[in-house]
């Protein structure tokens, strides 16, 4: 969410207020755009209902090789460590909770093999989705992959291959 967007954030209350007003603090710190995932995102396009309260901002850090996490990068600007996912970010509304979702190019394998061993009826469920999401809804798909900032380049036969990879990950 971008500032230009947080101006068309229907906010809720004091702590989504709050949560919404941290982004830019966030992107401060980090000197990058961020892709927010999770309770506030889910919030912010409910449009009139909250279904569920969400006290963080839990973003994704899909890095490159070579490029600082996150999470370290936040803690190197001061914020205060929380756990191994989390820290602290003092932001002029009060300090707010960052949840950082690592992404990783090593993420694929540990995924499929995870995949590859799970229970059946885990694996008959993963497939379903995977066939929606990369099979019949697939356009769909890539165009929602394209609107965050590190998908915007991503082409019709990378979201095929993952899909592909999944399968077979789950026909094991």
Not at 10 to 16: A, I, Q, S
Not at 134 to 139: C, D, I, K, P, S
């Amino acid at each position: 969410m971008s500032g230009d967007q947080l101006r068309d954030v229907e906010l809720f209350g004091p702590l989504t207020a709050s949560l919404v007003q941290a982004l830019p603090e966030i992107e401060r710190r980090l000197d990058r755009r961020i892709t927010v995932v999770g309770g506030l995102a889910v919030l912010s396009r409910l449009g009139s209902a909250a279904h569920r309260v969400t006290s963080d901002v839990d973003t994704v850090n899909r890095r490159l090789g070579g490029e600082p996490g996150q999470l370290d990068v936040l803690l190197a600007t001061g914020a205060t460590a929380v756990d191994g996912a989390g820290a602290m970010v003092a932001t002029p509304t009060g300090d707010v909770r960052v949840d950082v979702l690592e992404v990783s190019e090593e993420t694929g394998p540990v995924v499929r093999a995870q995949l590859a061993a799970a229970d059946v009826v885990l694996k008959q469920d993963a497939a379903l989705h995977v066939e929606r999401w990369f099979g019949t809804a697939v356009e769909r798909s890539l165009r929602l992959i394209r609107t965050t900032p590190s998908g915007s380049d991503t082409t019709p036969d990378t979201v095929a291959l993952v899909g592909e990879l999944l399968l077979a990950s789950l026909e094991r």
